[in-house]
Nanobody
């Protein structure tokens, strides 16, 4: 069906940078939204940043000014550039998409990647 595959996670020191990538593949009819959520141990999964089909973006207040989301529609890929990382950014980051597949073009649904670990040390 559809697969979301993340890459780019790792371990960095506070103040460092990472760039996450997520590629959507499969029999995709349309993509309405792509973005990123994260979940820290003992915490609820939270929205980090999203970009909609028209190009508009939304960011969590905690990352605004430090993170930048972008997309490549030809490659069905979304990126998250993370600068000035803080220990509180440590979490598993999940790629998210609201999309429709070719076999059900009128029934969009939410899809998730498997997650990639980001660890920021003091």
């Amino acid at each position: 069906q559809v697969q979301l595959e993340e890459s780019g996670g790792g371990s960095v020191q506070a103040g460092g940078s990472l760039r996450l990538s997520c590629v959507a593949s499969g029999r995709i009819f349309s993509i309405n939204v792509m973005g990123w959520y994260r979940q820290a141990p003992g915490k609820q999964r939270e929205l980090v940043a999203v970009i909609i089909s028209g190009g508009s973006t939304n960011y969590a207040d905690s990352v605004k000014g430090r993170f930048t989301i972008s997309r490549d529609n030809v490659k069905n890929t979304v990126y998250l550039q993370m600068n000035s990382l803080k220990p509180e950014d440590t979490a598993v980051y999940y790629c998210y998409s609201n999309l429709a597949v070719a076999s059900r073009p009128l029934v969009p649904y939410d899809d998730w990647g498997q997650g990639t670990q980001v660890t920021v040390s003091s």
